[in-house]
């Protein structure tokens, strides 16, 4: 998998800005770096969704979240998502910092970089097999986002069986260790609710859309 | 009488039992329902379970507590131990296997994540571990099962927990994926050198994989592991069914006819995990019958592991990095008495870049807390190398701090002839796994001779046997001493090495640098002495990796030796000596506020340099770094310049500050304030914090960095005690920000008049003022202008 330079830039706080030649150099460098030494792994399941009191309920369990019933409305179904790119990038991270913290700098942005592209990318599988079903889906949605409660992490942990599964792990704070890891819904819609829906979603979608740094430019 | 379970695994083929959660949820058992508390609601149930497994054959079943501990159950441990221990004895009795099969304490992963990562201190989970051990010794279990571990450290502390609390055997199976590597990092090879060293009874691999996928990783296993090999696979790899259930597809036919080749690889004890039914495991056992049962053979390999490094001493000479040792360096003491670990890291990388196979580790010092630091110092440098460590003290109480925290199996370094050290240090080799370093020296000091020197290689060896070490896990330092004091030194040292590597075939190790103590161009002697070891069949050397003229000593012996296959080392490390393309070596001479407002390192120091040959070291400072410092300050407020840009400049200026406190002979400028900085309680991210804290030194602040996930408490005394006015806080998350408002809230009451700032990913302006910080600050550059507010006198 290839990681996109441009979103590296961005998580450094270039804004829509190319960078310098050197950061630009040193960027390519870490991104191989991370490209060749990671192992992206992903785990997802597939569950029926119902709604109560205009939230979404998945196996009994209602999650009382304004976003994420935006997000799901009009789905039958979602899946619960789980992504990383293993512990590799956080050892280089703390390694870069004992020697050059620029260095440290760009290789966490990178590694966020990678998660963000490794997910979009399995998204998209997900995608086209949806689309062969006659289904479309919609953007991700993660605990923490909005006001979606980050104590779901621990559902998706027990329900995927993640640190088994893909080797991701919570500490009491409901940090993801490997650090760089994603968690999300992705709901399931059947094609014809689509066509009528404005979907509102990522950057658009977000309460510090007027001054966050990392907003996409488009969304 | 049933013979003891020691006297039979590696002997004769036994095999385990196999899946039981999908059996118990036919039983009934809900989703989401803890089936370890069946024990004692269900018992019934369990003993049909566990039957079922005996009455197939199994020789060994294991108890249903695979998430019974603390964490789960805080007050019915040992309430739930007991229960199931005495749930499958008496489904042994029912099935009549009374005589020859055996009931496992079985015990899964703790759930929860250790330090530094996560929240649970190694010594509690030992502690939680230690627990259920005791639980079901009481309750006469006949062997201890550790299963389903991805963690090598939680792992290890499973298993001290077990050897510390009973003298039953131990057995050890991870979960690896299809590569044979932990998800945790390391390889199934790494994982087994460390197990083995900590002393398992059996090692093996289960769940997660079926019988196909293991097949590969149990004849990897099986060329390294000594002890009995074990592999308990699931009935294939899970899948989802339509109703969103996990289901597993191999049959018991399928199932058997794959575990053929894992028997035929060497393995001494099958079974099954998830999926896998009695019928598995009964046709399993039928269908092996007349495959011949291969005994556990000790492979005679010397190994020490890091984190995902393995290192075999042997036919290929390996190199040990000198430099984190203190003698005689001013700089490491000094980084050593103020705790700054990040120099100690750099040494670390360095010596790595530079080719270093280990690394020697010594942190003794008159006055510092050895054993606190040791075991710090391993923490810290196992999360930036994956190398092995070579722990290096004569303090054994240091040895064992390092030795009970790292994660692999370390080289030790060392013992000598002398019964006291030996005392000292051989059983905590044997305890917690190592490759020991044997000096031939005794109680009347360094022999002379180099038969001298053999006899206490002797001693050694027949200790280490008394101690049950293997003599693989020796390494003999014929110790070199200085020529220029006793002129035959060199050639009784080199004879010791030779004798010990022809006479004994044993492995040896020399401190080279010792020999030329006292000459001039110590490194050609130096060279000189090591090729001439290394032709005598020295099997590592301690020796400074970043010094050239060594490293192509070593690397040209290695080709010349026949030690290096197709010369592809000694190739390799011609090109990259070769100058590198002028292309970046512009012929452009910058100016030190240049070269920092470039962010050019090597450019600053050299600008420095000659600055400092003219002007004062002050006016250098005020002059030219000062104002290149403020521009990219400046130009990043103004989103000129981004944070990789501005962090290059710090690097830069940092560089140029180290020349000029060279040329101030340590006297360091006048701070401009002392600052703490630290990341809450509960919150690991700390790279943001430690990008503050690179901008706030380079502005003339002193900081006291107290680190990641640190305590209110540890956060208000350190403020009280050091008289600090300001301290800056840093959370990533909305759940950490409650330990940042704790900390808020303590340090009001102990110290009202310091100042706090904060800053992080979830905070904003607003927020900020909600918990009570008198600033937030954006960026890195805003906590420095916050800082010269309050010590400029304007907070």
Redesign the interface.
């Known amino acids: 998998m290839t990681i996109d330079e441009t979103l590296v830039e961005r998580f ?4 829509g800005r190319q ?2 030649e ?2 630009r150099l ?1 960027i390519r460098e870490v991104s191989a770096r991370l490209e060749k030494s990671c ?1 992206p ?1 992903w785990t997802g ?3 029926p969704l119902r709604f109560e009191n205009g939230f979404p309920c998945i196996e009994d369990r209602l999650i009382e979240s304004r976003g994420l019933a935006r997000n799901l409305d009009g789905c039958e179904e979602v899946i619960l998502f789980a992504a990383t790119i ?3 990038c956080d ?1 280089l ?3 870069a ?6 260095d ?3 290789c ?1 942005a990178a590694g966020a970089a990678m998660i963000e592209c490794f997910a979009d990318e399995v998204n998209e599988q997900l995608r086209k097999e949806a689309e062969d079903n006659g289904q479309s889906l919609r953007p991700r949605f993660s605990p ?1 986002y909005g006001d979606l409660p ?1 104590d779901l992490q621990k559902y998706f942990s027990l329900v995927l069986d993640m ?2 599964t ?2 991701v ?7 993801m ?1 490997p ?1 760089k890891s994603i968690t999300a819904f992705i709901g399931i819609a059947p094609r014809e609710t689509e066509e009528n829906r404005e979907i509102k979603a990522g950057c658009a979608l977000c309460e510090a859309k007027d001054t966050c740094t990392y907003r996409r430019e488009t969304s | 009488m049933r013979k003891p379970l020691m006297e039979r695994i590696g002997k004769e083929r036994l095999f385990f039992d196999g899946g039981s959660g999908t059996i118990l949820q036919a039983r009934g058992l809900k989703p989401g329902e803890h089936p370890d508390l069946w024990n004692l609601s269900h018992p019934e149930e369990v003993i049909a379970l566990n039957r079922a497994y005996y009455e197939a054959g199994s020789h060994i079943v294991n108890t249903n507590t695979f998430g019974t501990s603390r964490f789960h159950f805080p007050d019915q441990v040992e309430e739930i131990v007991l229960a199931a221990v005495a749930n499958a004895k008496k489904a042994r009795e029912l099935a009549g296997r009374e005589e020859d099969a055996y009931v496992a304490l079985d015990i899964g ?1 703790s ?1 929860k ?1 250790l330090e530094p ?3 649970l201190a190694f010594e509690d989970a030992v502690e939680a571990f230690a627990e259920v051990v005791r639980a079901g010794a009481k309750a006469g279990a006949d062997l201890v099962m550790i299963e ?1 571990m ?1 963690d090598t450290l939680e792992a290890k502390a499973a298993v001290l927990a077990a050897k510390e609390n009973c003298d039953l055997p131990v057995f050890l199976t991870m ?1 690896f994926d299809e590569s044979g ?5 390391g390889s199934c090879e790494c994982a087994a050198v460390m197990m083995e060293g900590l002393g398992v009874d059996g090692f093996g691999l289960n ?2 994989l079926g019988p196909r996928q293991m097949a590969k990783i149990a004849k990897r296993l099986s060329e390294i592991v000594t002890v009995p090999l074990l592999v308990n696979p699931n009935a294939g790899l899970p899948r ?1 069914n339509r109703l ?1 259930q996990t289901v597993f597809d191999v049959g018991p036919e399928e199932f058997a006819s794959c575990m053929r080749e894992i028997a035929d690889c060497g393995a001494s004890a099958l079974g099954g995990c998830c999926g896998t039914t009695p019928d598995h495991i009964r046709v399993l056992i039928d269908s092996l019958n007349d495959v011949p049962f291969i005994p556990c053979r000790n492979k005679k390999r010397t190994l020490v592991s890091g984190t995902s490094v393995i290192q075999e001493i042997g036919d290929i000479p390996k190199v040990i990095g000198e430099r984190i040792n203190p003698t005689g360096k001013k700089r490491l003491q000094q980084a050593l008495r103020e705790e700054d670990y ?1 120099y100690i ?2 040494q ?2 360095a010596q790595e870049e530079a080719g270093a196979d280990i690394l020697d580790v010594n942190v003794g010092l008159p006055g510092i807390d050895e054993p606190r630091i040791m075991r710090t110092s391993v923490l810290r440098l196992q ?4 190398l092995p460590l070579q722990l290096d003290s004569s303090d054994p109480e240091a040895l064992e701090a390092g030795m009970r925290i790292y994660n692999g199996k370390p080289m030790i370094n060392s013992v000598s002839a002398k019964e006291e050290t030996i005392r000292a240090v051989m059983p905590l080799v044997k305890k917690y796994g190592g490759v020991l370093v044997g000096l031939c020296l005794d109680e009347e000091g360094i022999p002379e001779t180099a038969e001298g020197r053999l006899k206490c290689a002797e001693k050694i060896y027949k200790a280490a046997e008394e101690y049950g070490l293997s003599k693989e896990d020796i390494v003999i330092d014929g110790l070199a001493m200085t020529v220029s004091s006793s002129p035959d030194s060199a050639k009784i040292t080199l004879e010791t090495i030779r004798r010990i590597h022809g006479e004994y075939r044993g492995n040896t190790i020399l401190g080279v640098s010792n020999i030329s103590f006292g000459l001039p161009m110590r490194e050609r002697i130096n060279a000189a002495f090591f090729a001439m070891a290394l032709q005598n069949g020295l099997s590592a050397a301690i020796i400074n990796p970043n010094n050239e003229m060594m490293m192509s000593s070593f690397r040209s012996s290695l080709a010349l030796l026949e030690k290096d296959e197709n010369f592809e080392k000694y190739i390799q490390s011609c090109s990259n000596d070769q100058p590198s393309a002028p292309a970046m070596k512009s012929e452009t001479v910058f100016s030190l506020k240049e070269a920092v407002e470039r ?1 050019m390192k090597e450019a600053a120091s050299q600008a420095a340099k000659k600055e400092l040959a003219e002007k004062e070291p002050l006016e250098v400072i005020n002059t030219c770094i000062v104002p290149a410092l403020d521009a990219v300050g400046q130009g990043f407020e103004k ?1 000129t310049i ?4 501005l ?2 400049a ?2 830069a200026a940092k560089a140029a500050f180290e020349e000029v406190k060279a040329k101030m002979s340590g006297t360091v400028r006048e701070t401009r304030g002392r600052m703490i900085l630290a990341t809450v309680k ?4 700390d ?1 943001g914090k ?2 503050v804290k ?1 901008m706030l030194e380079n502005y003339g602040y002193e900081v006291l960095d107290l680190g990641r996930n640190v305590d209110p408490e540890v956060i208000a005394d350190t403020a009280v005690k050091e008289g600090i006015r300001l301290v800056g806080l840093s959370a ?5 920000v409650k ?1 940042m408002e704790e900390t808020i809230v303590l340090l009001r009451k102990t110290c009202p008049d310091t100042k706090i700032v904060v800053g992080g990913a979830v905070l904003t302006k607003e927020y900020a003022e909600k918990i009570g910080a008198d600033r937030y600050a954006k960026d890195a550059m805003e906590t420095v202008r916050y800082a010269d507010e309050v010590f400029g006198g304007k907070a």
């Open positions: 450094l706080g270039f804004g960078a310098d050197i950061t040193k192992h792994r399941t597939r569950l293993g512990p590799e050892r991270i703390q390694r910092e004992a020697v050059s913290m620029s440290a700098a760009i966490q923490g980050l640190p088994k893909i080797g792990r919570l500490n009491d704070s409901l940090l260790v650090s | 992963p759930g994540l990562m996560g929240d389903t991805n979960t590597q932990l998800l945790t990092g769940c997660s989802t969103g990040s890291l750099s670390a990388i999360g930036v190398t994956s962010g989103k981004y944070l990789p840009q962090l290059m710090a690097e509960g919150d690991i991210h790279i430690n990008i690179v990533l998350m909305t759940t950490t330990a």
